[in-house]
């Protein structure tokens, strides 16, 4: 009985959390190796951006080209939005549902401006004649922080999505899986943009 | 945690460290002359490879993580490292 419970996961719905074969939830451990994948697929980018970077010699120093200030600015709320992330988290792990909503649609809220500043960045870029027929560095630039935004708009999603499951009492002190699995997300797409500001814009 | 119980850290403290560190990186990034090229990636590197190993360990909590999960993780950044290096590899070695 006990094998039969075992090979078709567990026998009630409350049980859920509580299932696994590795130790590591199931959920969780999935979005540590879909993180893997994004990890080899910004390196592809990355990797591409420093070698094209260093095999062209008349490369535009980027504080020629882009906005470091409104960036540095930018940086700042994506690192406050993984704050609040994380503080949603320790508070439903307290059991403060109150909290949780609250630091929830902080996160939404800091990610929602990342993204509203990205595409002023990328409307002045381009009527300033920056775009992606312009030069290699145009062309990769575009690629890569495009990317990346693609990424923190599907967090956002994500993030909205279990804004509104908490706001419907989804969320327990015993029950918050998706809410971690989802920071674990937000928080990688943070760390990338980590490595892209400093190589980008910085170098 | 559900999986992993622990200590929560001062996230504050790292969120400070991480303002700090963005701060820095961008004054040493605008004084330091561009034709000190090897310092100045040096010190944009090790900068953010601090930031972004604060956001792994104590925001990705894998501080408190199985090592498996960590050894996991940890074998792709190598790969990625290795990836990028080969490729510059061209860049670094003589031309024949």
């Known amino acids: 009985m006990e094998a039969i419970a075992v090979a078709h996961g567990p026998a009630h719905p409350h049980e859920e959390e509580e299932y696994t074969t590795t130790g590591i939830p199931h959920d969780k451990m999935g979005m540590w190796v879909f993180l893997c994948s994004e990890v080899m697929f910004f390196t592809g980018l990355i990797g591409s951006y420093i070698v094209l970077r260093f095999a062209t010699p008349l490369w535009p120093p980027p504080a020629s080209v882009l906005n470091i200030p409104l960036t540095a600015a930018n940086t700042f709320i994506l690192i406050c939005s993984s704050v609040t992330m994380v503080q949603a988290l320790a508070a439903v792990s307290r059991g403060d549902i109150r909290r949780l909503k609250l630091f929830l649609c902080l996160t939404l809220l800091g990610g929602t401006i990342f993204l509203s500043i990205q595409a002023v960045e990328y409307w002045k870029l381009l009527h300033e004649g920056f775009n992606p027929h312009v030069s290699l560095f145009g062309s990769v630039f575009f690629t890569t922080t495009g990317f990346h935004g693609f990424h923190v708009f599907c967090g956002v999603i994500c993030i909205a999505f279990v804004t509104g499951k908490a706001f419907l009492g989804k969320y327990t002190q015993a029950r918050h899986q998706g809410i971690e699995t989802i920071g674990l997300y937000w928080h990688f797409v943070d760390l990338v943009w980590i490595v892209l500001f400093t190589i980008i814009y910085l170098f | ?96």
């Open chain 2, 1 to 96: 945690m559900s999986s992993s119980e622990h200590k929560t850290p001062n996230y504050m403290a790292v969120f400070w460290w991480l303002a700090g560190f963005t701060a820095v990186e961008v004054a040493y990034s605008s004084l330091l002359p561009h034709s000190h090229k090897t310092l100045l990636i040096l010190g944009l590197v090790g900068f953010a490879t601090i930031k972004a190993t604060l956001v792994a360990l104590f925001f990705m909590h894998l501080k408190f993580e199985r090592k498996s999960l960590g050894i996991i993780f940890g074998s792709t950044l190598v790969l990625g490292v290795i990836l990028v290096s080969v490729g510059m590899a061209e860049h670094w070695l003589p031309k024949p």
